[in-house]
Structures are given as C-alpha cells and as structure tokens.
C-alpha cells in the first residue's frame, strides 16, 4: 500500500515543524545524556551541545545523539507499515535528518567523523560519510517506494531537500544568538537551555501536537 504525499502549504509547514523537533530532540539528547554522565548539565541552543568538564564518558555522550537521529529514521520505515500513519512515517523519515548527515560529515563536522577517529582510527571524511550515508539509506528506499503520487522522483527530491533550508535558518540563527561555536549564552537559562529556546521548543511542541493529528495520516491510497 502507497501514499499520496499531500503538496498544501500547511503540510509542508507541519513538515519543517516536525525537523525542527527531531533536530532538536538530538540535541536535548545530547544534552540529558551528558548531564547524567558528565557530572551536570552543560548547555545547549539550537545547534550546540556542550557538555561539563572534566567530562568520563565524552564518548557515550557523543554516540547518543546519532543513535537517536538514525532511531527516528528506521522507526519511520518500520511505521510504513501501518495505514494510519503512513504518511507521518514518510514524513519522519526526512524530518530526521538522518538522510542528510553525511553532509555535515564531508564538510569536517559530525559526531560520526568523531566517533570514526576514536574507535577505528578512520579519518577520511569520504570514507565515514559513505558509511553514514549508507546507515541512512535504507528508510530513504522504503520512503521512495510508498510515494504514489505521478511524479514520485520529483516528490522524493523535494523530501530529500526541504530539511535543508531548515538547518541553514537553524545554523545561521544560533550562530547570531549564541556565537560562532554557541557558547555565548546570555540572559535566563533553565538546566543550561536558554529562555529562547525552552519557549521555541514549547511552542513547536504544542503546534506539532494540535495540527499534526490532523493532518498527518493516511490521506489517500494507490
């Protein structure tokens, strides 16, 4: 059974606010995993985790928050599976950037290359951003395989690249907020999460949960 991926403004609105959350959720993560294993909480905005120093476990910390991204997005696949929440799996699948972390990693950044260095000694970033290209394609297969709009290959390219302009917004935001490596925090904070950031998270949170009961599930069937 296949969906009809819906192209109406509000879904792909829903969409954008669904990657928001899953980004975020790598980083509240990172975030909690550090907080339990590194004595404390660190920090954490849009796009930065910091953890305290001195920290035990810096690797576990580091592992956490891929597991989680690579977790929604195979979740997605295997939800596939079910009718009523067809689409919303076709939607996590992309939301969670899973797809797209191979990127990050030939541009020199990414816990992968991190992780790749420690326990293998790779550090070639085509090399590590094929393996994570590779973790991340099979969700994006069985994606592609339950489009049943008339031009699947364009509904797939369009899913595989809304995410981006996400993140730049994300990046280049944080970076104007908190500096250039998101250590500049100013103002109130709550366990190491910034006002700003708890409200716009909150927010996300709340407009995901009224509008994406509504709207993500099984439109159509071919």
Same mark, same amino acid.
């Given at each position: 059974m296949k969906v009809k991926? #819906? &192209?109406? #403004?509000v879904y792909n609105a829903l969409? !954008? !606010?669904?990657a928001f959350l899953c980004y975020q959720a790598h980083q509240l993560t990172r975030h909690l995993v550090g907080a339990a294993l590194c004595g404390g909480f660190g920090t954490m905005t849009f796009t930065v985790t910091i953890t305290?120093?001195?920290? &035990?476990? #810096?690797?576990?910390v580091t592992l956490s928050g891929p597991l989680l991204t690579y977790g929604l997005a195979w979740f997605g696949m295997f939800l596939l599976r079910s009718p009523k929440y067809k689409l919303f799996a076709y939607a996590l699948i992309f939301a969670s950037f899973a797809h797209l972390r191979f990127i990050q990693t030939l541009t020199g950044r990414g816990d992968e290359l @991190?992780?790749?260095?420690?326990?293998?000694? @790779? /550090? &070639?970033?085509?090399i590590v951003a094929l393996i994570v290209f590779l973790i991340g394609l099979p969700p994006v297969i069985a994606a592609f395989r339950t489009i049943a709009n008339r031009r699947s290959g364009l509904v797939f390219i369009v899913s595989w690249l809304l995410p981006? #302009?996400?993140l730049f917004a994300m990046l280049f935001g944080n970076q104007?907020?908190?500096g250039t490596n998101g250590d500049e925090i100013q103002g109130v904070s709550f366990l190491g999460i910034p006002l700003i950031v708890l =409200?716009?998270?909150? =927010?996300? /949170? =709340?407009?995901?949960?009224?509008?994406? /009961?509504?709207? !993500?599930? !099984?439109?159509?069937e071919a």
């Open positions: 991926v #819906p &192209s109406r #403004p969409f !954008l !606010l669904l305290r120093e001195p920290c &035990s476990f #810096p690797t576990l @991190i992780l790749a260095r420690q326990w293998f000694g @790779i /550090s &070639s970033r085509g981006l #302009p996400l104007f907020l908190f =409200i716009t998270d909150l =927010i996300a /949170s =709340i407009l995901l949960i009224m509008f994406g /009961s509504k709207y !993500l599930h !099984l439109q159509e």
